[in-house]
């Protein structure tokens, strides 16, 4: 009887006794199975705490409009509150404000939208930073397709990402008809590069050592989705070797993406000295089998819009042509323009030959 009782327990390996070689990958599996679960199960509180948060708003604001009444209320409510639930944060009388803002900015459920999707912190920052439904969806959106954290939400609001998200000149209607609404999306003007620290004198060398040297940051930039591939790329087209400035592969469009550098206003033969570079990655580089066609992105100090638009109609490849801000609005107003510098050598000039000098 005992021995039958033994040969029915499970065999447990002992420790320091070899295992299969595929245990590792069973444990691998495992670990990402409970870390799926332990996301889906957050995220579910999440969703919860911020519905129910709206539906307090939305109590809160129903009350309002049909009494009348103010502040004081939501102060006196906010302490009844913390007096029935004393264990559970979350019913301050900021709070409560904050609750009745976004019941405000989305008057309907919220269940299946962005917004219900994104912490409570993120909510906060939302709703007391921005003022109109479309920026408020806008940045809700993206918060939540991009996994942006609380401080990434809040500089993209800064530097308005949503007056630069696909502002960019482009021919992709024309070049892409069918894919060009989710190639614009990957396009901005201009691009915020005041991370890089460089002066208004900054030659292009320059700006790429900077771009290589800061190149998580550069790619937070340009967005979700860009891995960086090379820099100063060598292609060489019969015989004769060429360099482009910088090559990126987006993995969600699965496409090349050139991008060369100006530090000047882009001219017309620079546009076309991107599209040579974008036929020759679709040429040499590019993966027909896998690969959708290349883009070219040209990023200059400055542009004409008219130049550039014109520029772009004359080629056949997908193209766009941007700007960059490599330093603060508030710095850059305080920074001599080159003839304030001119006058104040011009002066020194003077003052010299005055004095004999």
Known sequence: MSNNSNTDKAVVPAQGEPLPSWYGELLGEVKETVSRARVRAQRAVNTELVQMYWEIGRHIVRRQQAEGWGSKVVARLATDLRTAYPNQRGFSRSNLMYMQ?????????????????????????????????????????????????????ERHIIQQLHLRHGAAD???????????????????????????????????????????????????????????????????????????????????????????????????????????????????????????????????????EAVCQIALQSTNRPLAVSSYAALPPQVRALMPTEEDLARVAQEVLDDDAAAGR
């Open 170 to 304: 482009t021919n992709f209607e024309t070049t892409l008809p069918e894919d060009a609404a989710a190639v614009r999306e990957i396009a901005k003007d201009p691009y915020r590069l005041d991370f890089l620290g460089l002066d208004e004198q900054h030659s292009e060398r320059e700006l790429e050592d900077a771009l290589v040297a800061n190149i998580v940051r550069f790619l937070t930039e340009l967005g979700v989705g860009f891995a960086f591939v090379g820099r100063q790329y060598s292609v060489v087209v019969g015989g004769e070797e060429f360099r482009i400035d910088l090559l990126f592969y987006h993995l969600r469009l699965r496409r090349y993406v050139v991008v060369e550098l100006k530090t000047k206003a882009p001219r017309p033969e620079h546009i076309g000295k991107l599209s040579f570079y974008v036929t020759v990655v679709d040429q040499l580089v590019r993966d027909p089998d896998r690969d959708d066609a290349t883009l070219g992105i040209l990023i200059g100090a400055d542009r004409n």
């Open 101 to 153: 803002q976004m019941a405000r900015a989305w008057p309907e459920p919220i269940v299946q939208q962005p917004v219900g999707q994104l912490p409570w912190g993120h909510v906060i920052l939302l709703v007391t930073k921005l003022k109109t439904r479309s920026e408020l969806d806008f940045y809700a959106l993206k918060a939540v397709q991009q996994s942006w954290s609380r401080d990434a939400l």
